[in-house]
């Protein structure tokens, strides 16, 4: 749920955005040679894909009516973060894969925990890792998807996918002044938007509670979200493919702990109340988190496949997939939140430009400039060496 991205590169870094930065290792060498032929194709398989596990999540997660119940929306978001423990050993089997198919001998997978656990130092994975790393990154992993279920509750499903979408924004302003990233004009231009788009949706449909709360929990998940992203640069920086797969396993089983402890609480409190087994709404709930994960995984590895822009936009591309369906199942078209959730869609768009995309564009605006006076100058020179050829055919026709 917590979309951080990974790019291949060659250090631990993360781009503006926020996306982790993942360095070579056995599986990793395997997809990096990747042209950027191969790479568009990806594009088309991933982006759908990013853009359809988003939008299960948004429709199986939301309550279809008043007589059937969307799943508990802590215990959805419980399970499908320790359902993260499995990718290690999902990762150990496709690097063994990848390793017998190139000869290779199979690595084993004590050889494997050690490299991943690199990621936490030199010392390793120790208490002091987990305590200091794994777990506040673990609480806003599962309070991300958890708000977002909430506000599935209260919102229709094309205003809470348009304002996750502002999570973007977030991150640009916590990586600005947390890690004083490189300010950029645009980008503020595009926090801006996404703020008016926020307000929009919140008058969209008049200051009732259902609407107010709701787009406070969608942002709320954003928020999170973007702060997940902004912490994990802050304290690990980037990770390799194996470092990357044995964090999330770490997310996942410390989250089965942990999540079980906040979920009994929660039930004993009264504040989410779990239906008998016979009447838990099992496909729904089961759906529903094994598409969290499948977005998760999506976002996280499929950009060593593809570009970091297009897994971006299969997150975007859900937003008027779900304005249509939405439209098509009401009939209703609020003009006002239409206008929101495309103010936040082009704020978005702004937030993927890269840095020095200005100079760029000036760059090609100067050269389009130089070829049209050049193109100019030549149709000039022809109009007037025309009525002179012209001239001295005639003189001759008379000698």
């Known amino acids: 749920m917590a979309d951080s991205g990974m790019v291949v590169g060659e250090s631990r870094e993360t781009d503006n955005n926020g996306n982790l930065s993942l360095k070579g290792d056995e599986l990793e060498s395997n997809v990096s040679c990747a042209t950027s032929w191969h790479r568009t194709l990806w594009a088309f398989v991933l982006l759908p894909g990013v853009s359809a596990s988003w939008l299960g999540v948004s429709e199986l997660g939301q309550s279809p ?170 304290l690990l920086g980037g990770a390799r493919f194996g470092e990357a797969a044995l964090f999330l396993s770490l997310l996942g089983v410390l989250g089965l702990v942990v999540g079980a402890a906040i979920a009994v609480a929660m039930c004993l409190g009264g504040a989410e109340r779990w239906p008998p087994p016979s009447l838990v709404p099992w496909a729904r709930l089961i759906g529903t988190a094994a598409l969290l994960v499948a977005f998760n995984l999506l976002v996280n590895f499929g950009v060593a496949l593809t570009f970091p822009a297009a897994i971006s936009l299969g997150m975007l591309f859900s937003v008027p997939v779900t304005n249509v369906l939405e439209a098509c199942r009401s009939g209703v078209h609020n003009i006002v939140r239409l206008v929101a959730a495309g103010t936040i869609c082009i704020a978005f768009l702004l937030l993927l430009l890269p840095e020095g995309w200005d100079d760029k564009a000036w760059a090609l605006m100067d050269k389009v400039r130089a070829r049209w006076r050049s193109a100019s100058e030549t149709c000039e020179e022809g109009s007037e060496t025309k009525p002179q050829a012209m001239g001295d055919v005639t003189a001759s026709a008379f000698h």
Request: charged residues 10%; positive net charge.
């Open 65 to 234: 009516g008043s007589d059937i119940k969307p799943p508990p929306a802590f215990l959805t978001a419980w399970l499908a973060h320790s359902a993260n423990l499995l990718v290690f050993p999902l990762y150990h089997g496709a690097a063994g894969v990848v390793a017998v198919s190139r000869g290779s001998q199979w690595p084993g997978i004590i050889q494997q925990y050690r490299e991943g656990s690199q990621l936490f130092g030199e010392h390793g994975l120790v208490a002091g890792s987990v305590l200091r790393c794994v777990a506040p990154l673990t609480l806003l992993w599962t309070l991300t998807a958890y708000l977002y279920l909430l506000a599935l509750h209260r919102l229709a499903i094309p205003d809470a996918a348009a304002l996750f979408c502002c999570n973007k924004a977030f991150v640009f302003l916590l990586s600005w002044v947390l890690l004083r990233d490189r300010f950029m004009g645009i980008r503020i231009i595009a926090v801006i938007l996404a703020i008016s788009g926020i307000v929009m949706m919140a008058y969209g449909d008049g200051l009732h509670n259902d609407s107010i709360v709701g787009t406070a929990l969608a942002v709320g998940s954003a928020s999170v979200s973007a702060f997940y992203k902004v912490l994990f640069r802050l």
